[in-house]
């Protein structure tokens, strides 16, 4: 999954559930569920995502959504297997980015 997101320090729930076209309910669930997930919160509360929380949280989604693990099945997965898995994960992403960009190039000519 290619989010189109710009480089920041911090993101907003709002604008990972836009990313992610899911409710930010879903996310606030998924940072209680997971460990991996540990946004900083300002003075008001709010939860400011940083980079390494969104590749967690695409890690997460890939999981849940798009392979179909239980909510146990991916905190074990994340557990036991997180350096391989995420590394191909991360290589997948890295690929999926140059193909983003590569058809965006193509598009242009």
């Given amino acids: 999954m290619h ?39 300002n003075a008001k509360g709010n939860r400011k995502f940083t980079p390494d929380d969104v590749k967690n949280l695409q ?15 991916a905190k074990t997965h994340l557990k036991e297997g997180r350096k391989k898995t995420l590394s191909n994960f991360e290589i997948i992403a890295k690929l999926e980015g140059v193909k983003h960009q590569l058809l965006k190039i193509k598009d242009q000519l």
């Avoid at 480089?7 to 940072?31: D, P, Q």
């Avoid at 890690?59 to 099945?73: A, N």
């Fill in 3 to 41: 989010l189109d997101l710009p480089e920041k320090r911090y993101y907003s729930i709002g604008e990972l559930a836009k990313a992610f076209n899911v409710n930010t309910s879903l996310i606030r669930f998924w940072e209680k569920e997971f460990d991996a997930l540990k946004p900083k919160k």
């Fill in 59 to 73: 890690f997460i989604y890939h999981l849940v959504k798009e392979r179909g693990f239980t909510l146990e099945g």
